[in-house]
């Protein structure tokens, strides 16, 4: 069926019993396991409708230096697809070949509908049946069909980032970054940089910038928990030695689970002998100029907020090498060619990136309309953390299931499968 609309536009109708919206790591893990509990062949019982050219998320669609996980791949891995490599830490370009890879091992890459936006889904109760208008490859009037709707859509907008409300930041006369939008020709090689920002990002640009800039400094308002991780576990290379693939996958993952849980319950039940453990950590990994107070010292209690980690400690390392450094201040003005601090300190950057955060959004910008009643998905409570108050049929794929700072892309899957399924 391939009609042309009164405005001249195309138009295609097609119909599933399920649609996931995103083929990044969730919906690939979700359209995994519908698969394998599909009372139907699975090619015809669902597919995955994605706005980018590839799969991967926000794998492939940042590109700033040094993007990497902030979590381990044997938890962060897939339960059903173990990852396999010797490093704990995988930077974004082996997290979008590793996707890739576990799509095509499950025959999951074949359902994957490419620069596919949604722009609207509209679920009718007299159909039983979500109604979805769809801009293909530029062109809008297409339209799908579904009785489930999945959303896979990430918790981040992709189109704006966090507002950053710096005084003066528009006056600068040098560049300004955004982490999101980091241009691919930007040359910073013996630039002076100034990283704003305390969190992973931050974390991760520091020593990657170091390596080619003149001096990159972090310029943070409050700082956080900074702890070196090995890049590569050892014992994990013992076990695929030893065990079968999948067994080791699973034996690797539970290991690295039970220790991440058992070190945030110490931190829970004892955080002053937590926070003495790290803080002498960093005075043992630390230049002698640099302090730990108060650039090492958080107002929180450790695990409150995710441990940012440094993959055998490089973040230190670039610190003990000269070329970075780290200030802990309030910003009171940018100007034309500096930037100056509460305290009276001044920094005179050629580049300013700003690593402040990212813009929350649920749903990818789709607007959802219940029997032509428009609906915002943020304002009700999720059930069990996918199913959504008032809207039928339409579940968040469990992309937001982070466990204490662990994320766990098989939690809920199976239920939510199950419930598909019935």
Known sequence: MNPTSAEGKSSFSASFNVLIIGAGISGINLAYHIQTKAPEPAPSSYAILESRSNLGGIWDFFKYPG??????????????????????????????????DAATHA????NIRYKHRVLSARWSSKKMRWTLAVEVNGVSGHVYEARFLILGTGYYDYDEPLATLIPGLDSFMGTIVHP??????????????????????????????????????MLQRSPTYISPLPLVDKLAQVERAILPARLAGRVTRLRRAIRFFGFYWFCKFFPNTAKRLLRDLCIKLLPPNIPVDPHFTPRYEPMDQRLCASPDGDFFASLRSGKASIMTDTIKKVTEDEIVLASGAKLRPDIIVTATGLKLRIGGGIEFFVDDDPINIVDGFAWKGFMLQDVPNLALCPVITMLHGLWVPKSQAWQLCDYCAR
């Not at 396999?84 to 930077?91: F, L, P, Y």
């Not at 025959?107 to 074949?110: L, P």
């Open 180 to 217: 999101q939008f980091w241009p691919e020709d930007l040359d910073y090689v013996d630039k002076d940089v100034v990283t704003i920002g305390s969190g992973a990002t931050a974390v991760t640009l520091l020593p990657n910038l170091t390596e080619k800039a003149k001096h990159t400094t």
């Open 107 to 110: 025959g999951v890459h074949k």
């Open 67 to 100: 993007l990497r996980s902030d979590s381990d791949m044997f938890t962060f891995g897939l339960p059903w697809y173990p990852w396999r490599k010797n490093k704990t830490i995988a930077s974004g370009a082996e997290i979008r070949s590793y996707l890739q």
